[in-house]
């Protein structure tokens, strides 16, 4: 019924007719919605100010209702007035369910319908519609408008399916531009019943929304999947947040927006549970930059950070990449061991001073290098961070100094002798020669100190020693010494400061509050409370650990990586999403243990993602080669789609420049979106210079940075070059090649060995 109704529509222009009275009804909808929002607007703004005239009366408690209520006012009112594309988004026709519950959002709860909501002829009544979007809305009398796309009113929108039902009748995804509706597209979940709403039978309108949200053209930054989430997305989205969400799937099965979509999710279910904030971490600043619009879209912004796996390291970014050989050595668990030996090794300087001259009761105390070398070495048999022995170091010297003066057998009364040498610290400590011996002799470390002491090869070559062989040594070291830190960087610093630790410093006095001087207030109250929005603002600034960590592109993450997350989740909940197929990393069973121990024995709950709804069937095949030969006995996900236009393959018989420009070029012509072409890194820059003058629609990226990303059309330059630049080489390759949403074209060089046809060794039968 659903297929025949669709194709009356394509050619019946008493259907056209229909579809426009069906807009007209959506339209109608949106109207009412907006008015009711432009109500809630007004009655925001009539709060912000309520709240600041309580904010006159004086006394503490009108203060601090008056922050709360001012910050709650604030973050609703930020809310109504932002511009969503797609507000409402969605609708569902329901039968009648099998109770008359109704949840906090004022629909029914029931999930399966009534007996005898469908009679015996196969016919059945609506008994209800729910409307989806992006926020909800109640109208005056509290019945719902719009139901919350998080809330489990709007679960059915998601999971219904033609095979699994319940109570859906018709889904329907709305299209609309500001606050005009364009479009309606129409799947039919029970498509053997005669279904009347109104008195009227319900029609069925479009070509499926899904396969109409796979066809729009991609731009620079992802859009959210809100009104196309499928149903076993949709279980990942839900799924109880407790321990730990393990997520697998294959390239376009949209993990990375379930973690977006999860993030907000969580927040709408328990924002109490989430103060804490959420952190996702992505492979690059490309996604990153990619993905930051889609949370604010769903109407969720400020208490969810996305930072780079380069940029978790507040005052530190990753501007570099290592060369594989390089990155496998900083990391692999063996680099802690490194950096252990380095933090403690840091401290031996050649300007350090060698002999330590005081003078105490009258007389001159000296402390010779090897005195001061034991004094080190026992400081240094503690196990806490290496900042933090400072002050054991102190204490050292002064007994050392103490036992030199001969000061303490001149008393036998305990008393005096405990007197006699608390004068002895103190004339010690006081006197300027001491401080400036302690500040040179054991300095305040920094990470970015010991990196910079391990660019000193013979150095590195003692704290490596039998640890990493004298190739890697040398490799480190020189990487160490260029300007600028890479992602691998990133995470020994963060591993450095938890090896150095910092020292406590004295809390800063909180300034008074002027509103506090004018009423007199500073005698009840010496330092203002800071209100709840100054709370939160602090603590996101300062916050190094969150209530619930989620990791995309798990796959791609080295040892010490994990280690850098796991200690930003060590009380969290966790969500990780990754493809072992898609692994940059070459040791994976070294990665997996390291993610094992930042989980913690947190229970794991698996889920997996079947569904490619990227790459058409063409593409999805070709790539496929490949991952036989990156991850034998690998099953690729299932394309859903399939375009009828093959890969294409072009040989570069003259400059390799001048070819991807032309097939670049061919490129724009035929997508109305985005080209992205994909080289190994080493050509990264050079790429980018064969492509000026093309237009901001394409780009060039290197092979490690087109993780999560997808383009109307990808063009993969020497597929033999990205293999080959690593041991992981394949799997890069495999994600270079599954990156296209319409047409894929692979350029070969003479080291890919294409065929007369211009295929590549790599891709052949």
């Known amino acids: 019924m659903a297929a025949q109704a669709q194709q009356e529509t394509a050619v019946d222009p008493v259907h056209d007719s229909v579809r426009d009275r069906e807009i007209r009804v959506e339209q109608e909808h949106l109207d009412r919605v907006y008015l009711r929002l432009e109500e809630k607007i007004h009655e925001a703004e009539f709060l912000m100010r309520d709240a600041a005239r309580r904010g006159q009366v004086g006394t503490p408690g009108a203060l601090a209702e008056r922050d709360a209520q001012v910050f709650r006012a604030g973050i609703h009112l930020n809310r109504l007035n932002n511009e969503y594309e797609d507000f409402l988004f969605g609708r569902i026709d329901l039968l009648l369910g099998k109770d008359g519950k109704k949840g906090p959002d004022g629909a029914y709860t029931a999930v399966e319908p009534a007996e005898g909501a469908v009679r015996p002829d196969n016919t059945a009544d609506i008994a209800e519609t729910l409307h989806i979007g992006r926020i909800g809305v109640l109208d005056e009398d509290y019945a719902p408008l719009v139901i919350d796309w998080r809330a489990p009113a709007a679960a059915p929108f998601y999971r219904s399916t033609p095979v699994d039902p319940g109570r859906v009748v018709r889904r329907r995804v ?46 620079h930054t992802m859009r959210d999947i809100v009104a196309s989430i499928q149903a ?23 993990k990375t927006a379930v973690a977006l979509h999860r993030a907000a ?144 057998n001149r008393h036998t009364d305990p008393e005096l002798a405990a007197e006699l040498r608390s004068s002895f610290d103190e004339d010690v400590t006081t006197e300027d020669d001491f401080i400036a011996f302690l500040d040179a ?112 592109e798990a796959q791609d993450l080295t040892p010490m990586q994990w280690r850098m997350v796991g200690r930003r989740g060590r009380h969290a909940t966790w969500t990780v999403v990754g493809d072992p197929a898609q692994s940059s990393w070459s040791d994976p069973d070294e990665a997996a243990q390291a993610r094992d121990e930042a989980l913690g024995t947190r229970p794991r709950r698996r889920f997996e993602l079947t569904v490619n709804y990227r790459n058409p069937a063409e593409i999805a095949e070709l790539a496929s080669k490949v991952l036989a ?61 064969w492509l000026d003058g093309l237009g901001d629609r394409v780009v060039a990226l290197g092979s490690l940075e087109a993780k999560g990303l997808e383009y109307d059309a990808t063009i993969v330059v020497s597929p033999a070059e990205i293999a080959d630049e690593s041991p992981a080489g394949l799997r890069v390759l ?28 790599l891709l052949r039968d």
Not at 308 to 334: M, N, Q
Request: hydrophobic share 40%.
């Open 232 to 254: 076993e997305q949709d279980l990942v989205i839900r799924a109880p947040a407790a321990s730990v969400t393990y997520v697998e799937g294959g390239p376009g099965t949209g």
């Open 629 to 689: 030969l990156a991850m034998p006995g690998s099953q690729a996900p299932r394309a859903v789609r399939s375009t009828g236009v093959e890969p294409r393959f072009a040989v570069a018989e003259g400059p390799l420049g001048e070819t991807v420009r032309a097939e670049a070029a061919r490129l724009l012509e035929r997508v109305d979106g985005t080209v992205g072409v994909v080289v190994a890194m080493q050509r990264r820059e050079e790429a980018r210079r």
């Open 441 to 552: 002799w054991w300095p305040e470390l920094t990470p970015a100190a010991v990196l910079d002491a391990m660019a000193d090869e013979r150095r590195l070559g003692r704290w490596a020693r039998r640890i990493l062989n004298p190739g890697e040594v040398r490799k480190v070291a020189r990487a160490l010494k260029r300007d600028g830190r890479s992602v691998h960087d990133i995470a020994m610093l963060d591993e450095l400061q938890a090896i150095l630790g910092a020292p406590a410093r004295p809390r800063k006095k909180r300034e008074l509050d002027p509103l506090d001087q004018l009423t007199g207030l500073e005698e009840l109250m010496p330092v203002r409370e800071e209100s709840q929005r100054e709370r939160a603002e602090r603590l996101a600034q300062e916050r190094v650990e969150y209530a619930h960590v989620i990791v995309d």
């Open 734 to 761: 495999y994600v270079a090649l599954t990156r296209a949403t319409q047409q894929l074209t692979v350029v070969s060089a003479d080291r890919d060995e294409p065929d007369a046809a211009g295929v590549p060794d």
């Open 265 to 408: 999710y969580l927040l709408y279910q328990d924002r109490r549970r989430y103060a804490g904030g959420i952190l996702i971490v992505s492979p690059t600043p490309l996604l990153v930059a990619y993905t930051e619009g889609v949370l604010p879209s769903l109407g969720e912004e400020g208490q969810v950070a996305i930072r780079a796996i380069g940029s978790l390291v507040d005052g530190a970014e990753a501007t570099l990449y290592d060369s594989p050989s390089v990155a496998r050595a900083k990391g692999s668990y063996r680099m802690l061991k490194v950096l252990r030996k380095a933090a403690r090794g840091a401290l031996e300087r050649h300007d350090a001073p060698q002999r330590l001259r005081v003078v105490a009761f009258g007389r001159r105390l000296e402390l010779e290098a090897e005195e001061l070398e034991g004094v080190r070495r026992t400081a240094l048999g503690g196990t806490a961070p290496v900042n933090l022995l400072r002050p054991r170091a102190r204490k050292l010297l002064l007994d050392a100094l103490w036992e030199r003066s001969g000061a303490g």
């Open 174 to 219: 709305i299209r609309s531009k500001g606050r005009r509706v364009q479009s309606v597209e129409d799947d039919l979940m029970r498509p053997e019943l005669t279904a009347s709403l109104d008195g009227h039978e319900l029609p069925v309108i479009g070509d499926g929304a899904l396969m109409a949200a796979l066809g729009q053209a991609r731009t």
